[in-house]
């Protein structure tokens, strides 16, 4: 009898068992933890700390979001691992610690050595799978223009100070409108050293985005010539090209 | 012993099968896919049906969503508010559309027919695709006014909506892109093409009368380059000479463009059951389909943007010449693009 009723327990504890690791993958998890600063120093995020930009204009940042998405890892052998797309959308928001890093799970137990990520939402391959999943959060941190469907891929706001000039408001606000103007980005960063993903290795990967470059990339954009951006076909996808240049992986830790 | 086996292998095959995230178990019904048919004279349509293919339960859901005030931040407003199935699903007679706490918005309301054809929407092209048209209105303060994050905490607790959900979408989740995948299977389905013109172009035995034809004939010269082929749009944007309204001072097709030469620049909207849809024009200020005319025979004014046709050879603004005559013609014309089969559809209609 006791032999049968341990039987009987065994089994149902391998019948709750089996479901563990059924809702469980066998990958690992990468964390990406995403640093915003003004050369190496970090940002921070206030209308009393200026910094200088290449137009020899003094400025401060009072906000800074974007938007990440369809993460795509890169093993060695250039085989990719893509990240689902449904999932693979984030809000970066320099205000909110917790945003600016990214819990990647169930990844392909390999090693990597590139990231692939998108600068915004790629619209022009509407519709995306799970994209109107994430309107909920873009709309809470205001990121979805307020006359259009679209998302804004980039809100940097603060206030500056020309050469010798009064300090102003600036606002810079890009993202892809209808189908005429397309800001979206792919951005491939190398990592210093290789990444190893197992069940047991979860390593965290520093991309540190120099926001600097937003205004002097391969264009250079002064405050004083345009304080606003907003549905500009001329600067906007000049000031999403700068972003393209802005990400670089700081450290690794395996 | 035999038994004890039998039992760990129902103990595993119930455990797995109720491992999803719901405490309980939701037998999905069958949902019946629904007939997409495409009219014989209309063109291809631009939605992929095959992503998101109409059902029974997500029509269903689609339709209750749009008659719905909970999706707007008064619980009053509806999409249904201001898309009235009378007039073509259009605010009837209202200049520009009401919403929340009777806030006035900016344009009127376009009408709601055969949208699985069209490339882009609202009056300037600021949305690219169907399902994500609804987000506009739904967020705009001065229609909806609400956000989606407290439509679907609201919806959550609807034991209607649950149920619905989980009938029409295999993953049961309350969730947006199932909120708009929902509404856009609601608004593929609502094809117009059953008007006096349809069954003469589709040689089903109607005939115009003699001034209907000749009204056909006029509009093929006249107005058919811009109000093309069977959905009597291009779907371009043009500046049409309207006065500007400095109440306004609507940009139209730049707000989305942000190019100059797009200023006041609208798209060129279908005619389809433009007899119910007044008043007419992105701002509402024409009643009658007979302002309309007047306007394009001599309202115009000059602008850069201004369309290219509307000119004479010297490059005057020459609008669109017509007589009285001519333009009586034409209306009996466009009157036979009224399709009452659609205004009477009780699948669409909200009772």
Redesign the interface.
């Known amino acids: 009898m006791i032999k ?1 009723l341990t ?2 327990i065994l ?2 504890c ?3 068992f ?2 563990k690791s ?2 469980d993958n066998e990958g690992g998890t990468l964390n990406l933890e995403f640093n915003n600063s003004i050369g190496s120093e970090p940002v921070v995020l206030s209308d009393k700390i200026s910094y200088t930009n290449g137009s020899n204009e003094s400025y401060t940042i009072t906000e800074l979001k974007y938007i990440i998405s369809n993460i795509v890892l890169i093993k060695k052998d250039g085989q990719e691992f893509v990240y689902p797309v449904e999932k693979s959308y984030f809000l970066i928001n320099d205000e909110v610690s917790d945003s600016k890093k990214i819990v990647l799970k169930d990844i392909d137990p390999a090693e990597y050595s590139k990231i692939k990520f998108g600068f915004g939402v790629d ?1 022009s391959k ?2 995306l799978n ?4 994430f ?2 959060t873009a ?2 941190g205001n990121m ?7 998302y804004i891929f980039l809100k940097f706001e603060g206030t500056f100070t020309p050469q010798g000039g009064e300090v102003d408001n600036f606002l810079i606000h890009v993202g892809s ?5 397309d800001n979206y980005k792919e951005i491939t960063v190398e990592l210093s050293e290789k990444v190893s993903i197992s069940e047991k290795l979860s390593p965290t990967v520093s991309i540190q985005a120099n926001i600097a470059k937003i205004l002097d990339g391969t264009n250079t954009h002064s405050l004083a010539a345009k304080k606003s951006i907003q ?4 600067n ?1 996808p000049k000031i999403a090209e700068n972003v393209t240049s802005m990400f670089s992986v700081a450290k690794v830790s395996n | 012993m035999k038994f004890l086996v039998y039992i760990g292998i129902i103990l595993f095959g119930v455990a797995c099968n109720s491992s999803s995230d719901n405490d309980e178990y939701t037998p999905i019904p069958e949902n019946k896919k629904l007939e997409f048919k495409i009219p014989s004279n209309f063109p291809d349509p631009t939605y992929d049906i095959s992503l998101n293919p109409p059902t029974e339960k997500g029509f269903e859901l689609g339709k209750k969503l749009f008659y719905d005030g909970r999706l707007s931040s008064d619980g009053v407003v509806s999409c249904g508010f201001c898309h009235l199935q009378d007039f073509a699903f259009t605010h009837h007679t209202h200049i520009v559309s009401h919403g929340v706490d009777g806030a006035l918005g900016t344009r009127n309301a376009l009408p709601l027919h055969n949208l699985a054809f069209m490339e882009e929407f609202t009056w300037d092209g600021a949305v690219s695709h169907l399902d994500q048209q609804p987000i506009v209105p739904i967020t705009a303060e001065v229609e909806m006014n609400e956000t989606f994050a407290s439509i679907l905490k609201k919806l959550e607790n609807e034991p209607e909506y649950v149920k619905l959900f989980a009938e029409a979408f295999t993953d049961q989740k309350i969730n947006t892109e199932n909120m708009l995948k929902a509404i856009s299977q609601f608004v593929v389905m609502m094809i117009s093409a059953d008007s006096k013109y349809d069954k003469i172009e589709r040689n089903e035995g109607s005939v115009f009368t003699e001034e209907e034809q000749a009204g056909f004939d006029l509009f093929q010269s006249k107005c058919a380059s811009c109000h093309k082929g069977t959905l009597f749009t291009d779907q371009s944007y043009r500046n049409n000479g309207l006065p500007i309204d400095p109440e306004y001072n609507d940009i139209g097709r730049k707000r989305v463009s942000g190019l100059e030469e797009d200023i006041y620049k609208f798209k060129v909207p279908t005619l389809r059951n433009v007899r119910l849809t007044f008043p007419y024009m992105h701002d509402g200020r024409f009643f009658t389909l007979r302002q309309v005319l007047d306007h394009y025979s001599d309202g115009m004014v000059d602008h850069e943007t201004l369309d290219p046709m509307f000119r004479d050879t010297e490059n005057n603004v020459e609008g669109i010449p017509m007589t009285d005559i001519e333009k009586e013609q034409i209306i009996a014309f466009l009157e036979t693009l009224t399709d009452d089969d659609y205004i009477n559809d009780n699948r669409f209609s909200e009772f």
């Open positions: 049968k039987l009987i089994i149902v391998s019948a709750l089996s479901c059924d809702d619209q509407y519709p799970g994209v109107d999943n309107v909920p709309e809470e979805l223009w307020s006359w259009s469907a679209g409108h209808g189908t005429t103007l549905v500009d076909p001329e906007a």
